[in-house]
């Protein structure tokens, strides 16, 4: 690729100059490409360019050649204004030069990861699993091997077997041992002189979801992370500054709003404006969430979900829960820090999808208090509210919570804002 490269840019630069000025002198034509050229290489080198996926995705190979090619032209640019060199050379040649350059780069990388996953197959590493006593699994375009019909173990104190088993690792780039407990640190001992990527596989690890492994060198001991902040501090500052200020407008906008909601509940049936009801939020933390009342009944633990037809509900209740207006108190919990304007949707202590609660559905529920709860969130933009009524109701929640964790970003929040308002009357909205 890099060849190419450079034979190709300098090639383009050379026609485009034959085109436009009928020659190819050095001055003319070859000056602009062997100015860009060492600045494209660098750029390319260092962004990707030539790595190994580049060698099997042609999209990610044109994406980092475009890119390459962008901030190439803008460096040299500023190079040359800086050094009163742009009247030297004719920026139509330049910039048909670079042009020309993308295309056939591109078209070159197209048909080169074509050619090459035809050859390979999709993945440009040789991986080698060598099966050991260990749980059987298979590994896409990987060569697999049983270590007991080839012979292979890993005695440090044979030569001869190491020398063996250095035969079937030549050529690879990674090594997966799949071993009973007992063995796997022989295994290791021996991957650690191969001079390969060898890895050792533990069930228990992705039973627990690990992260890594921290070595605490000072005390003799290792650990594997199974969890991390999901914002760090930067990020969960913006996302609190970002909640303070829109929820303080908000307030500030929606209050003629609350005021009149308020006096209608006080007026129907003289009971409390607000209803408190215990949630929990952030590190598996309680808090009690605020909602204009819409029910007659208070119910603490939320054991029993509200329907369509609930005759828990009033008059003023059934068009606030329709509207969603009764959840504008909630505003106060972001200003108090309990909540988010945008995250997981904190769930009464005793809901239930079907039978059960919502805990005993999925380990994985608790996941989704890495966050703050929110007043919307990603289910509720995608029509995942309402009375769970099966196991799968809750499933697409916590699906959609934890996709909300794990890609967050301040664009993410602002979009579903946006999209929040088109879902305000939803039809199980009861």
């Known amino acids: 690729m890099v060849v190419f490269d450079l034979l190709a840019i300098t090639a383009s630069f050379g026609i485009v100059s034959k085109i436009y000025m009928g020659t190819v002198g050095l001055l003319a034509s070859y000056q602009p490409g062997l100015l860009f050229l060492p600045i494209y290489i660098t750029i390319a080198a260092y962004n990707g360019s030539y790595s190994l996926k580049s060698l099997t995705d042609w999209r990610h190979a044109s994406t980092k050649v475009v890119i390459s090619i962008l901030i190439s032209s803008a460096l040299l640019n500023f190079l040359l204004f800086f050094a009163k060199m742009n009247a030297d050379f004719s920026r139509v040649i330049f910039v048909a030069g670079a042009l020309v350059s993308f295309v056939v780069l591109t078209a070159f990388r197209a048909a080169f990861t074509r050619w090459l996953t035809g050859l390979w197959g999709p993945n440009a590493v040789n991986n ?3 099966h050991a006593g260990g749980p059987r699994f298979h590994l896409p375009h990987s060569y697999h091997v049983d270590a007991e019909v080839h012979g292979l173990r890993p005695d440090i104190d044979d030569p001869d077997a190491l020398d063996r088993l250095a035969k079937y690792l030549r050529n690879m780039d990674r090594v997966l041992i799949s071993s009973s ?27 627990l979801g690990a992260l890594g492994v921290v070595h605490h060198d000072d005390v003799n001991i290792s650990s594997l992370t199974v969890s991390v902040g999901h914002l760090g501090i930067r990020a969960r500052a ?68 509200a329907s369509k037809d609930d005759d828990r509900i009033t008059m003023v209740g059934r068009f606030i829960r329709r509207t969603s207006i009764d ?67 809750l499933a697409k929640r916590l699906m959609a919570d934890l996709e909300y964790g794990r890609d967050w970003s301040m664009w993410l929040d602002i979009k579903i804002l946006f999209a929040t308002a088109t879902v305000l009357v939803h039809e199980r909205a009861f």
């Open 128 to 130: 080698l699993v060598i």
């Open 181 to 207: 407990r007992e063995h796997r640190l022989a295994w290791s001992e021996v991957l650690k002189g191969s001079g390969l990527q060898g890895e050792v596989v533990d069930q228990n690890v992705r039973d």
């Open 238 to 305: 913006s996302k609190r500054l970002f909640d303070l200020a829109l929820t303080s407008i908000a307030l500030l906008l929606l209050s003629p709003v609350m005021l009149v909601v308020a006096l209608a509940i006080k007026l129907e049936d003289r009971g409390p404006v607000i209803f408190k009801q215990r949630r929990m939020g952030r590190g598996n933390q309680f808090f009690d969430i605020y909602k204009f009342r819409s029910m007659r009944q208070a119910d603490a633990n939320g054991d029993r979900s």
């Open 327 to 393: 959840e504008l108190p909630q505003l106060f919990n972001v200003l108090k820090g309990d909540m988010s304007l945008v995250g997981p949707r904190p769930h009464a202590i005793g809901s239930k999808a079907g039978n059960r609660l919502f805990w005993e559905v999925d380990r994985k529920y608790w996941q989704r208090h890495g966050l703050r709860p929110g007043i919307t969130g990603l289910a509720q933009v995608r029509g995942y509210r309402g009375a769970t009524e099966n196991e799968a109701d």
